[in-house]
Every structure is written in structure tokens, then in C-alpha cells.
């Protein structure tokens, strides 16, 4: 896995989030652009698990919480997905927060409740793991 591989695979991903959103517009139920924004990635090939529990251990203990990620896509990028006014610094908090617990790279907030979600709607974070990963250029 590359930075170069993430990114391509983030612009694929927001690629597919606009698309969704061109045929149905905002104003739905986060539910359902999560499972057309997994169709679409689908048919492109790439594997996209939906729902999964996030494993959360405290002070050693595993404990049995239902807390579930929107997407993982490729194993390798979370993708939360929001139907909001906008997005908030806890939707950030808790996109950060999926990616510590799960050990992963990069995540995306994609927010369907916009007019243009290139612009507006998206934001991409990444965590130390990323900058460990070589640039792969």
C-alpha cells in the first residue's frame, strides 16, 4: 500500500459519492447513499465491507459495543457518510476516532446534504500510518 495507491483510490471513491448524488439528490437518509455508494464502488471492483463493529478495547478488556463503521473500502480508507446541514468537527472526531481504533490510513466524510459535494460536501483525513506509507511515485 502507497500514498499514491490512497489517493487514487480517495478520488475513486469521491467519484462515486458525486455520482450517487447526480441521480438522487440530496435530502435522503444517510442508509441510503451508504448502500448506492457501496453499489457503485462494487462495480467498479473494489471491496467495500458495510456496518462491521468497531472493536473497542479498554484497559485490556474487550468490550461488546455497537459502535459500526458506514464503510471500509479496500481494507484500507473509512468512509462515514452524512446527511447533515454540514459537517461538524464531531463528525471529524468521530471518523479520527474509527481510524485509531481500526489501525487505519485514511478516512473520508462524505456529507450528501450539500449542493456540490466536491466542494462542499467531503472531507478526506489521515493519520500517522499514512505518512509512514511510501509516497509510491
Known amino acids: 500500500m502507497t500514498q499514491k495507491y490512497l489517493n ?3 478520488h475513486t471513491i469521491i467519484g462515486a459519492a458525486i ?10 437518509l444517510e442508509s441510503i447513499y451508504e448502500k ?3 453499489h457503485v464502488l462494487i462495480e467498479k471492483g473494489i471491496h467495500v ?3 462491521q463493529k468497531v472493536p473497542i478495547v479498554f484497559r485490556g478488556i474487550y468490550l461488546d459495543c455497537d459502535l459500526r463503521y458506514d464503510l471500509l473500502v479496500d481494507n484500507s480508507i473509512i468512509v462515514e457518510i ?8 464531531i463528525h471529524q472526531a468521530q471518523l479520527l ?5 481500526l489501525e487505519k490510513p ?3 466524510l462524505i ?3 450539500c449542493m456540490n459535494i466536491y466542494k462542499q460536501g467531503q472531507k478526506t483525513l489521515v493519520t500517522e500510518l499514512y505518512a509512514k506509507l511510501p509516497k509510491g511515485y
Not at 21 to 26: F, I, V
Not at 97 to 101: D, I, N, V
Open 8 to 10: 487514487e483510490l480517495t
Open 19 to 28: 455520482e450517487v448524488h447526480k441521480e438522487l439528490g440530496p435530502g435522503l
Open 36 to 38: 448506492c455508494l457501496s
Open 49 to 51: 465491507s458495510m456496518q
Open 82 to 89: 452524512k446527511s447533515a446541514d454540514g459537517l461538524l468537527p
Open 97 to 101: 476516532t474509527y481510524l485509531k481504533l
Open 106 to 108: 485514511k478516512g473520508i
Open 111 to 113: 456529507n450528501f446534504n
